[in-house]
C-alpha cells in the first residue's frame, strides 16, 4: 500500500467571497487501485442543493483529458466518506495523474466547506 497521497490538504472553501480553484493534480503513475477519504468537518449547502466530490484521472496533465472515475461521484456530508476505486470496477481506471472536483447541484451558491482529501492505494504490475 502506497500512501497517503493528499490530494486537497484541509481548507476551507467559501463561495460567497472566492472561487474554489482545483488544487494541482496528484501525479499516480504508480498505482492501480486507490483508496480516497474525503474528511468534511463542516459543510453548508443551499436548501434543495447538493454537493459532489468527483476524482478525475487523466493519461497526461492536459485539461481536455481528465474524466471522473466514478461517473456519479460521491455525494458530501459532514463526516469521513471512502471511496474505493478498483482497477476492475471503475468506470475509468486510474490514469497517471488524479485530480478532486466539487460541484453544487439542485442549488445557487453560495456553499461552503471544510474538507480535506487523501488517497493510498495498490502498486501497478507493471505500469
Known amino acids: 500500500m502506497i500512501g497517503p497521497i493528499v490530494i486537497q490538504d484541509l481548507i476551507t472553501i467559501d463561495s460567497a467571497f472566492a472561487t474554489w480553484r482545483q488544487p494541482a493534480p496528484v501525479g499516480v503513475a504508480a498505482l492501480q487501485d486507490i483508496v480516497v477519504t474525503a474528511d468534511v468537518r463542516a459543510l453548508t449547502i443551499p436548501q434543495g442543493g447538493t454537493l459532489t466530490l468527483f476524482l478525475d484521472t487523466a493519461p497526461d496533465n492536459d485539461e481536455l483529458l481528465y474524466v471522473p472515475m466514478v461517473t456519479l461521484g460521491t455525494t458530501l ?51
Open 77 to 127: 456530508a459532514v463526516g469521513v466518506a471512502t471511496i474505493k476505486i478498483l482497477l476492475t470496477q471503475a468506470d475509468v481506471p486510474v490514469q497517471r495523474w488524479v485530480r478532486c472536483r466539487i460541484e453544487l447541484t439542485g442549488a445557487q451558491p453560495p456553499w461552503s466547506g471544510t474538507l480535506r482529501v487523501v488517497a493510498s492505494g495498490n502498486p501497478s504490475g507493471g505500469r
